[in-house]
């Protein structure tokens, strides 16, 4: 199963190998014995990303993900044997947890912590039903899960029903103390508040059937604030989503058969003045996946996409906007990468298009090569303009060039005549996949950029030019966050960071002058992150207000200067409000859209 919650099936074949699904490129191997007589493990290689992961063969838990330069991390279970994993673990070779799991020992096969290559952990900690309740990250800081409170329906009086055994994840706490709340099966969001059947276990106490109880409903932000809503039908699916207030509010409601439709309504305009705009959304299965195919007419979150087709495994092959403008798509058979994208064509017959080697305007076609092992690019030929790439045996690129052509529309290919000099970057590493040097095209100076890194951590510690102008970094946290930034110049930038990990001050000093006051700048933050307060060096300070949805709705400052904006239901400002110290209006603007989101008038001037 995927982190995306798709789950792939691959079947062993006749030459001992084993056949991925249709549609999907990742690879399965066995890992065998020496005498390969026994399987050790299997391998799962991610051809999106050239991701390899390698899992355990008798109990399949995944032990290791290793990225494309090399990099690992590596799992570390219980073997139900002991919580200290200093004592005993598995796998024996995986890092040992920097923490002991506290009560009665796990069972085989718990997830105690993930180390990555420069042995920076985050470990988890488990309840008596064996559900995480805590994770610490590598600042020892701790996020807190909670499951099947209130809000899933677990009340007094519902103890027996299954909102107190579903394992729902109700909330989470962060470092910060603040939270977020989940809600499940709310009554009034299923069937709009109206009994399904009769026959069916209400749970009660304001939430509805139990057979809808794993179904969220809402969330509450670190706010406190109902951030937001969903709905379903009888059937359990989705019947509308919105934010706070009713903003970017759609409702769904389907139709019955295999490729049925849905008809998609979306709530715009002013809150106070709604408008609706009904979509139908078509769909059709491609190898058992749901693939949209069209939607009727344009909407404010429709996209430009008005039409898609595909191949048997998935891949689009054409696609139409809606001002009937139609693209066309090639791919490599065994990897489903693109080889051929051709564009601004008037019609959906593709083939002609992607095979001829004249175009006209506004016809554009852009050609890629792939690497034989990786899912880069070696070649890029389109338009005016033919790009090459050249990596190394971990697929980091070593060498890019780019070379200009007489080629208007691409529709020559690689072939197409060049004009002009090409421009090279090379690039080389350190062991571990870190950019060391960057070596740009300009000929008429040394043209390069040097990294270096602290060999423990692998955090950056200084950059030079190629005027040798050199910056460095120190004073790193647990989460990689830098504290300290020196300029060529000698002017020094000290950072610090909140417990969630954002900046909270940021004091720049000139080592130059030693006379000079530091320039000192601070932020404060909304529980859920939107940045609240600026207090500039000046000790002037602006503020920043947010609406329920988190979107900002106005600026001031401490001169009583201030912006008030009003946004409509889809966040478009159709208002704009700037007033003086005294309070005055000094400038309106107003605004209006249609129901696509386009621009249709602007009106403003100083008052």
Known sequence: ???????????????????????????????????????????????????????????????????????????????????DTTVSRFPASAPACANAHTGDVLPAGRLLCVTNHWGRQLQFKYDAKERIIEMIDPAKQSYLYEYDGPSGGCVPGNEKTRACAMDN????????????????????????????ENTWTV????????????????????????????????????????????????TLAYTDGVDASAAVTHYVGPAENVATTVRTFSKQYVQGIAKPTKIDAPCVECGTIAERAYDTVGNVTMTKDFNSN?????????????????EGASTDACAPFLTAQTLALPLRKTTTAWHAKFSLPETIAEPKRITKYKYDASGNLLIKTEQA????????????????????????????????????????????????????????VKVTNAAKHETTYGGYD??????????????????????????????????????ATAQTTTY?????????????????????????????T????????????????????????????????ARQITRTYDITGRLTSQTGAAQ
């Open 554 to 585: 106005s600026v001031a400052n401490n001169r009583s200067e201030s912006i008030v904006y009003t946004l409509d239901l889809t966040g478009n400002r159709i208002k704009e409000e700037v007033r003086d110290p005294n309070g005055n209006l």
């Open 524 to 552: 404060t933050y909304k529980p859920s992150g939107q940045v609240e307060t600026v207090t500039f060096p000046d000790k002037s300070v602006t503020t920043y207000t947010y609406d329920a949805a988190q979107r900002l």
């Open 405 to 460: 052509t007489t080629d208007l529309t691409g529709a020559q290919g690689v072939s197409a005549p060049v004009t002009g000099s090409v421009r090279t970057w090379t690039y080389t590493y350190n062991s571990v996949g870190q950019v060391k040097t960057v070596t740009g095209p300009r000929t008429d100076i040394v043209d390069v950029t040097t990294y270096d890194y602290d060999p423990l951590t692998g955090y950056l």
């Open 169 to 196: 994840l109700t909330k989470v706490t962060y470092p910060d103390g603040k939270s977020q709340t989940y809600f499940y099966n709310e009554a009034s969001k299923i069937n709009d508040g109206k009994i399904c």
């Open 1 to 83: 199963m995927h982190s995306d919650g798709k789950r792939f099936n691959f079947r062993s074949n006749t030459a001992g190998g084993y056949t991925s699904p249709p549609s999907v490129d990742d690879k399965l191997t066995a890992v065998m014995s020496p005498d390969n007589l026994t399987v050790t493990g299997f391998t799962l290689y991610s051809a999106k990303n050239d991701r390899t992961e390698s899992f355990d063969s008798s109990t399949g838990l995944l032990l290791s993900i290793t990225e494309r330069n090399g990099l690992t991390q590596k799992l570390t279970y219980s073997d139900g044997v002991s919580n």
């Open 203 to 250: 749970i009660g106490n304001g939430f509805g059937h139990e057979v809808f109880s794993d179904l969220m409903t809402g969330l509450v932000d670190e706010n406190d604030e109902r951030h937001n809503s969903w709905t379903y039908d009888c059937a359990g699916r989705a019947t509308s989503s919105q934010l706070g207030d009713g903003i970017e509010k759609v």
């Open 478 to 515: 647990a989460h990689g966050q830098v504290h300290t930034i020196r300029a060529h110049n000698g002017v020094t930038t000290t950072l610090s960071y909140s417990k969630r990990g954002w900046v909270e001050s940021q004091i720049v000093t000139d080592g130059a002058n030693t006379q």
């Open 326 to 342: 139609y693209s066309c798509f090639a791919y490599e058979t065994s990897r489903s990468l693109q080889t051929k994208r051709v």
